[in-house]
């Protein structure tokens, strides 16, 4: 059906910068949406920023100005850039994508897809 595949994710210093990329693949007809959560041991996954195929944003509060997502929508790839990166920072960043695809019956359907999840970890 759809695939995503993550990259980006690593280990940075405290106030340091990392950009996440996340490429979706497959039976695609459009994309409604992309985005990303994450998840910190012990927590909720919680949402980062997502932004529709018409670039359409939204941000959690606390990472609207440090954090910035843009969409590629000819690629099927969204990226998120982070800037001063905080140790609370710290989780598995995963990719959502919001997609109408093309089932074997040549049907449309629209679904959640998300990646495997990539590490990002921000040292003190």
């Known amino acids: 059906q759809v695939q995503l595949v993550e990259s980006g994710g690593g280990l940075v210093q405290s106030g340091e910068s990392l950009r996440l990329s996340c490429a979706a693949s497959?039976?695609?007809?459009?994309?409604?949406?992309m985005g990303w959560y994450r998840q910190a041991p012990g927590k909720q996954r919680e949402m980062v920023a997502t932004?529709?195929?018409?670039?359409?944003?939204s941000y959690a509060d606390s990472m609207k100005d440090r954090f910035t997502i843009s969409i590629d929508t000819a690629k099927r790839t969204v990226h998120l850039q982070m800037n001063n990166l905080k140790p609370e920072d710290s989780a598995v960043y995963y990719c959502?994508?919001?997609?109408?695809?093309?089932?074997?019956?040549?049907?449309?359907?629209?679904?959640?897809?998300w990646g495997q999840g990539t590490q990002v970890t921000v040292s003190s």
């Open positions: 959502n994508a919001d997609v109408r695809y093309i089932a074997s019956t040549a049907a449309l359907y629209d679904q959640d897809f």
């Open positions: 497959g039976s695609i007809f459009a994309i409604n949406a």
């Open positions: 932004i529709s195929g018409g670039g359409r944003t």
